[in-house]
């Protein structure tokens, strides 16, 4: 069975760090997109931070210099470092992949289950 497995979230204050992990099993990461999302109580999901197969990646503006994205191919893991934390970062965290290489994600890839990050003032 493909899944993903998010892990790392918590509460943080202002300020700090925070390593959020994204582990796969049934798939490997290569040749696919992977990116980090987030959804916030009362709004849409959006992309944090998207990689494509060809190195290119997506990153949204309010996280830029703060936040970036890494992946260990002998632990089949990705990761988001988060640094630098804001109260408007505080969401649920989820990560995904698709296996056909496209930054569009949809409901038809794979997601992993969500991970809370609560950043306090």
């Known amino acids: 069975d493909v899944q993903l497995q998010a892990s790392g979230g918590g509460l943080v204050q202002a300020g700090g760090s925070l390593r959020l992990s994204c582990a796969a099993s049934?798939?490997?990461?290569?040749?696919?997109?992977i990116g980090w999302f987030r959804q916030a109580p009362g709004k849409e999901r959006e992309g944090v931070y998207i990689?494509?197969?060809?190195?290119?990646?997506h990153i949204e503006d309010s996280v830029k210099g703060r936040f970036t994205i890494a992946s260990d191919n002998a632990k089949n893991t990705m990761y988001l470092q988060m640094n630098s934390l804001k109260p408007e970062d505080t969401a649920v965290y989820y990560c995904a992949a698709d296996p056909t290489g496209s930054v569009y994600f949809t409901e038809d890839d794979y997601w992993g289950q969500g991970t809370q990050v609560t950043v306090s003032s």
């Open positions: 049934g798939f490997t990461f290569d040749d696919h997109a």
């Open positions: 990689s494509a197969p060809d190195g290119s990646l």
